[in-house]
């Protein structure tokens, strides 16, 4: 099922309307779809380069409305929404697992990690966050920052260096943005540990 909309997905690229779909994907990728918007974002990019930083634009934007509209399942719908569609892609025990150690300086640090490297995925951070009641200004603007970062440095390095970044988006990028994610979680820890 995964590789068929991955296949989907990147067919979207193509289309005259791809713009559309680019804003379509990155909104419901942060609340309830399973492929990340990178997958449409970087086949667009390449083909029209001179439209990358808005591409950036429009998916960061998208994706922060859609992490405020997994907020609100969270916050509003857990039981009747929100439960359902995390029980359907298989990450209700991974949420249940945060849900029972997190307080707000951890899930703020999730936003950014997830937003920023899918770590943990980010569908499963914007619902955490509503069910958790996190002040939903704070919850934007560590939104806008995490997945504004994401897409940013995709456009610059799309911009700056072609179709010779490609392999390193596609097979490096997460790779990288995980490691950089591995080091601030294992800084936030340290922190926590030495101030208790």
């Not at 509503?130 to 704070?138: C, F, M, P, S, Y």
């Not at 440095?153 to 097979?171: K, M, N, P, T």
Request: glycine residues 6%; proline residues 3%; hydrophobic residues 55%.
């Amino acid at each position: 099922m995964f590789r068929s909309l991955y296949d989907w997905t990147i067919s979207l690229a193509g289309r005259k309307s791809s713009e559309k779909w680019l804003a379509v994907v990155a909104f419901v990728e942060s609340s309830i779809f399973l492929v990340p918007a990178d997958v449409l974002f970087v086949p667009m990019a390449f083909a029209r380069p001179d439209r990358v930083w808005r591409y950036a634009f429009v998916a960061t934007v998208a994706s922060v409305l859609g992490g405020v509209a997994g907020w609100f399942l969270g916050y509003y719908a857990f039981e009747t929404v929100a439960k359902p569609v995390l029980e359907f892609y298989g990450k209700l025990d991974a949420f249940n697992q945060l849900s029972q150690s997190v307080d707000l300086s951890t899930i703020i640090l999730l936003l950014i990690t997830s937003g920023f490297a899918h770590l943990p995925p980010i569908k499963v951070v914007t619902i955490l966050s509503g069910v958790a009641h996190v002040n939903l200004w704070l919850f934007i603007v560590s939104a806008v920052v995490a997945r504004g970062a994401r897409f940013m440095l995709l456009a610059w390095l799309l911009q700056r260096y072609g179709e010779s970044v490609r392999d390193f988006i596609e097979r490096r990028l997460t790779q990288l943005a995980m490691a950089v994610c591995a080091v601030a979680i294992f800084s936030f820890v340290a922190y926590r540990y030495v101030a208790h």
